[in-house]
């Protein structure tokens, strides 16, 4: 036992193994009071059970699970998601493909958000844009059961689909925007088997392959569900935007670009569909 019942909840902060932030997130977890109640309830002790639960959590994030997992949620655009082992932990640099998304979608807009899994983009877009008309889509029942969790627990209407890529959707089904951030690590890849990414599915992280094979299905899929003029918006890795524009430009989009993430990497391309097909 690292903690001890009765030492109070201000002393144990201090205590704790890990850095500052992730000492408070798991003690809130355990003791169930807000960031603020560890302030102004510094002198009350730590019960038994609250200790034994402590050591607990703080082991499992000793072992390197994610402290989103740990504690079951994230919060991403200002939206509190949940998460399990089931979807890739919502990333800030995702924050981009939302903020792009919702400046393009016209007025009652259509959005197809591929690859869904906590449902961060789609639930996201659907928030700040009540007009919108948002379908995701996923292979994973278990991720859709989160990300319909998501939809439910911040009051938005998304339409899910079970879907290996475009193959669930009506063949005439038109969307105005298409957002995805794919599985687009490669395979073999050096970042798979460090940090939280051990811990996240294979699935939302590699295609098993060079890294660009989703957003290739992608870039050729989208036009025979895009209106014309319609965007597609990917993210992608830190060095997969000049391959990007290229699958975008030999399929024919306009308006071919990317945009820069807040650490300054080109992280989402897109382009517009030039006509119907
Ligand atoms: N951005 C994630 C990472 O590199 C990967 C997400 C993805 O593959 N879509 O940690």
Redo the contacts with the bound molecule.
């Keep these: 036992m690292m903690t001890q019942a009765g030492t109070p909840i201000g002393a144990i902060i201090a205590a704790l193994p890990l850095d500052p932030l992730e000492n408070r997130i798991l003690l809130c977890h355990a003791t169930g009071l807000s960031r603020v109640q560890l302030i102004t309830r510094a002198e009350q002790p730590l019960t038994p059970d609250e200790a034994a639960c402590l050591d607990t959590l703080v082991q499992r994030r000793l072992a390197g699970e994610p402290i989103a997992y740990i504690v079951g949620k994230r919060e991403f655009f200002g939206l509190d998601f949940a998460v399990s082992e089931a979807v ?1 932990i919502p ?1 800030p ?2 924050e981009l493909l939302v903020e792009l998304a919702i400046e393009r979608l016209p007025p009652d807009g259509r959005l197809l958000d591929m ?1 869904t899994g906590s449902g961060a983009i789609a639930v996201s877009v659907a928030h700040a844009r009540p007009d919108a008309q948002v379908t995701a889509l996923d292979l994973s029942e278990a991720a859709l059961a989160v990300a319909r969790q998501n939809a439910a627990g911040n009051r938005v209407q998304v339409r899910f689909l079970q879907s290996d890529w475009f193959k669930a959707l009506e063949a005439a089904e038109r969307f105005e925007l298409i957002a995805s ?5 490669a395979a073999g890849d050096a ?1 798979l088997s460090q940090g ?2 051990r811990f ?1 599915p294979a699935g ?3 295609d098993h392959a060079d890294g660009l094979s989703a957003l290739r299905s992608i870039v050729d899929g989208s036009p025979a569900h895009l209106l014309p003029g319609g965007w597609l918006l990917m ?3 830190y060095d997969q935007a000049a391959n990007v524009r290229a699958l975008l430009d030999g399929a024919g989009y306009t308006e071919v670009q990317s945009w820069r993430d807040l650490a300054g990497i080109e992280r989402v391309s897109g382009g517009r569909c030039p006509g119907r097909r």
């Design positions: 890739l990333r640099d995702t690859g951030n794919p599985p687009y690590i970042h939280d990414l996240e939302a992280l590699t993210e992608h890795g």
